[in-house]
């Protein structure tokens, strides 16, 4: 075992898990991944269950159902933490999020970081294949939490992040509110406010060709009305702490 974990849930991926699996296994260095399948009914866990008798690496937990991304990845976290892993990141399995990209945000950390994320717009707009109308949503939702919570990232709801150990333990603390969009804010501001060090890494961020996208209005919504409550519960908690 290496102290990389890649955590990618899945729901409906058998188009995609096979490659990203094999793409992630041939990066230099190593990477361990933690599959969180939400019991897909197109037989994604399949794939995974014959692809670990390839990968020793390779490991799944499988849920009932859909329990939300937060969930998910919480469930990734704890499980990483308790197997000794010291830099557990979030990747999509759709190639959103370019696998080579694993070892810039991992160098991050090496270099000092204690979370790098994997950002759209640190250096502008580098998204592929989205409809500028999603775009503009993403844009400026970032934007927007970038003005209500104080904090100097460029794109907060971002989801190819790594971690260290030590934010992920901090953060295991905590209770975390959100579990759709918004636990992506609320990740980075809970790390923010604990004093951590977060770096911004360049991507470019290119849309699923294979399966169907998982994003909706209804998750903007969670999300932009979820930076308020967090924002009001983090001033409560200062001025109780005074």
Not at 73 to 102: C, K, R, V
Not at 154 to 177: M, N, P, W
Not at 182 to 195: N, P, S, V, Y
Not at 217 to 238: N, Q
Request: charged share 25%; aromatic share 12%.
């Amino acid at each position: 075992m290496n102290d990389r974990l890649v955590i990618i849930p899945t729901y409906n991926e058998k188009e995609n898990i096979e490659n990203i699996i094999r793409y992630v296994f041939s990066l230099q260095p190593a990477f361990d991944i933690l599959i969180i399948e939400d019991n897909s009914p197109d037989g994604t866990a399949a794939i995974v269950e014959n692809l670990q008798k390839e990968f020793s690496g390779l490991h799944m937990i499988r849920r009932e159902g859909k329990l939300g991304l937060g969930t998910a990845y919480l469930t990734g976290f704890d499980w990483g933490l308790s197997q000794g892993y010291n830099y557990i990141f979030e990747m999509d399995a759709d190639f959103s999020h370019n696998p080579d990209d694993l070892v810039r945000l991992y160098n991050a950390c090496l270099e000092g970081a204690d979370m790098a994320i994997g950002s759209r717009y640190v250096t502008g707009v580098n998204v592929v294949n989205w409809p500028m109308g999603r775009v503009l949503m993403s844009y400026f939702a970032s934007k927007y939490v970038r003005i209500v919570t104080g904090m100097k990232i460029h794109d907060a709801t971002a989801g190819f992040v790594c971690y260290t150990r030590k934010v992920l333990e901090d953060i295991q603390s905590k209770r975390i509110h959100f579990k759709g969009y918004a636990f992506q804010i609320e990740m980075k501001f809970t790390a923010w406010t604990a004093g951590f060090k977060l770096q911004e890494v360049p991507i470019i961020f290119t849309d699923r060709t294979l399966g169907t996208s998982k994003m909706s209005g209804g998750i903007f919504t969670e999300a932009f009305l979820g930076v308020f409550m967090m924002k009001l519960r983090s001033l409560f908690k200062t001025k109780k702490r005074r």
